[in-house]
């Protein structure tokens, strides 16, 4: 596995952590001695995360939060600093699909996906870049989907639009924090290998999509927790406010 500067010791806070993509990433960070925030809904699943890591407690804090509650992103924040000093990177990775047909979709589905997916990662970077600021260096990863671009398969209509608004939300926060030297990226992934593929759409949905995939394959979350790291690293110290697609050349924009 590649190994990146910037990381030992960085303070990251990690939202999804439990996900398939979330785990992957929350071990290559502590694979880097980074300190890490980790934060999902299910306490339980949290603590087996933190305890396969094998990080002692100086290192890494868990925190269950529903973030549709928008009063729980600030606090989030502040504990990584009341706890480590400092927040160097934020990875706005939790994410509510929300699959369900168009006459379907109600009032309440609406707004929690569009609370995960877009105004939680809004208000967790709020927050991260007035601290960052303070320190004159930062870096958020937003994980939106390769949907923002194409409107997504089979009934994901709400999440599209989330993650084509997280794409939005990159490019605006990255001019407002390149001054301060806050670098602000977006990955758009497609096909992770994970519960919420698997969980989220049926077998011939998912058999057609890999028959237009030409490298063939699902991508395992390793893969996709590599570019996290990249753009969280100082390897990738003059990019700001871009949005990578890593898709299996499924979609080649």
Request: proline share 5%; net charge neutral; charged share 20%.
């Amino acid at each position: 596995m590649n190994r990146y500067e910037g990381l030992q010791d960085a303070v990251v806070l990690l939202t999804g952590a439990t996900g398939g993509l979330g785990a992957a990433i929350a071990r290559r960070f502590a694979d880097h001695g980074s300190r890490l925030l980790l934060t999902d809904l299910q306490p339980d699943r949290l603590d087996d995360l933190a305890a396969s890591l094998g990080l002692g407690s100086t290192l890494i804090i868990t925190k269950a939060a529903d973030l549709a509650d928008p009063a729980v992103c600030e606090p989030l924040v502040r504990l990584a600093v009341e706890r480590f000093g400092r927040i160097d990177v934020l990875v706005n990775n939790a994410a509510l699909l929300g699959r369900a047909p168009l006459e379907e979709i109600t009032p309440l589905l609406f707004d929690r996906v569009i609370a995960v997916n877009l105004r939680a990662p809004f208000f967790l970077s709020r927050t991260a870049m007035a601290l960052m600021r303070q320190q004159q260096s930062g870096r958020i990863v937003n994980v939106a989907s390769m949907a923002a671009r194409t409107g997504g398969t089979s009934d994901v209509f709400v999440y599209g639009a989330s993650k084509a608004g997280l794409l939005s939300l990159t490019r605006s926060l990255a001019k407002i924090g390149a001054p301060d030297n806050i670098r602000v990226n977006a990955i758009l992934p497609a096909n992770i290998e994970s519960p919420m593929l698997r969980g989220g759409f049926p077998q011939d949905v998912l058999d057609r999509v890999l028959a237009q995939i030409p490298l063939g394959r699902t991508a395992q979350p390793v893969e996709v927790a590599e570019l996290v790291l990249w753009l969280a690293s100082d390897a990738s110290s003059y990019v700001t406010g871009a949005s990578w697609d890593i898709n299996g050349g499924w979609f080649m924009n």
